[in-house]
């Protein structure tokens, strides 16, 4: 097998680990493709492609990572992670595992460990690398590795995100709450929200959000029910999306742009959380991006001449 070979068939693997440690499918592509140099550059063959190639990866995106942590640090509102519509590695084996990690909450709790914890557990928790790897992949001992897997497994375990277990059970919740919503049923959508529930956009200051997360089934059913079914009068389509692993969908203008993404966390029966990237620097890879703020003038005038 050819070196290019060898490279296209870890492709999806090595994306999916910098995607896991990076939070975004630009700077993950980007990761591969520096990975790809590096190995296409080196003279000597290593005794495993996969064991080099997942070590340079991972040490790309720790590096990639320490720096974006500061751009994060001076965001402007909620930061989410880049929408991922579909992970492409699979592994039968570990489904289950793979989607829940690739989750917006899921993520988003990986915020809170340093650049080597979070490369540490995402080796190790999602895709049970041995320590030997680990270690080479980020330049510690295997005693220290396993100590950084000790303190990472203790930061996460305090807010680990659950979700409804029955895959179908959550998919087809998620219908009944797009079918509300484009119907502007707001008593619908309210039974089916958790009595907790947060509305909650990431448009980094990009593009028109909410000033603050939305609480509470009330709250949100209301602006929900009211809002989106003046979206569909401008001919703004709701496209049902598996995003990052969950429920969700792509929200398009007239011209099939992209206006946002949704994604949806469900457990016991409710929606618990709905997370909105409005960011259109973090859309660019579903498609062309829609020019949100237009969208936005467009439904306030609709909303004017109505009354």
Same mark, same amino acid.
């Given at each position: 097998m050819s070196k290019v070979e060898e490279f296209e068939e870890l492709r999806p693997l090595l994306f999916s680990i910098a995607y896991r440690i990076l939070s975004s499918v630009s700077e993950a592509e980007d990761a591969v493709q520096e990975t790809w140099l590096r190995f296409d550059a080196s003279a000597t063959e290593p005794t495993s492609a996969k064991a080099f190639l997942s070590a340079t990866v991972?040490?790309?995106s720790i590096d990639v990572l320490r720096s974006a942590r500061v751009r994060r640090e001076e965001y402007v509102g909620p930061w989410f992670p880049e929408p991922l519509l579909s992970d492409p590695y699979q592994n039968p084996a570990r489904s289950a595992e793979l989607a829940d990690s690739v989750s917006m909450a899921a993520l988003l709790l990986l915020e809170r460990l340093s650049p080597l914890e979070r490369a540490v557990f995402v080796m190790r928790e999602v895709f049970a690398f041995g320590f030997d790897e680990i270690a080479s992949a980020v330049g510690r001992s295997e005693a220290a590795c396993r100590q950084l897997l000790v303190r990472a497994r203790r930061h996460m375990e305090a807010g680990r995100p659950r979700f409804e277990a029955d895959r179908q059970e959550r998919?087809?919740?998620a219908t009944r709450f797009f079918d509300a919503l484009k119907d502007g049923d707001v008593g619908g959508l309210q039974e089916l929200l958790a009595a907790d529930v947060q509305f909650v956009g990431d448009g980094?200051?990009?593009?028109?959000? @909410? #000033?603050?997360?939305?609480v509470g089934a009330e709250n949100v059913a209301r602006v929900l029910g009211t809002v989106f079914p003046w979206l569909l009068r401008i001919d703004v389509t709701c496209e049902p999306h598996e995003v990052n692993g969950q429920p969700g969908a792509i929200f398009r203008d007239r011209d099939g742009k992209v206006l946002q993404t @949704? #994604?949806?966390?469900v457990l016991d029966g409710q929606i618990q959380t709905i997370r909105a990237v409005i960011n259109p620097d973090k859309l660019g890879h579903i498609g062309p991006v829609a020019d949100a703020w237009a969208v936005d003038r467009e439904l306030k005038q609709a909303r004017r001449r109505s009354n």
């Open positions: 991972t040490r790309i998919q087809e919740l980094g200051g990009k593009a028109p959000q @909410l #000033a603050k997360a939305l @949704l #994604a949806l966390d």
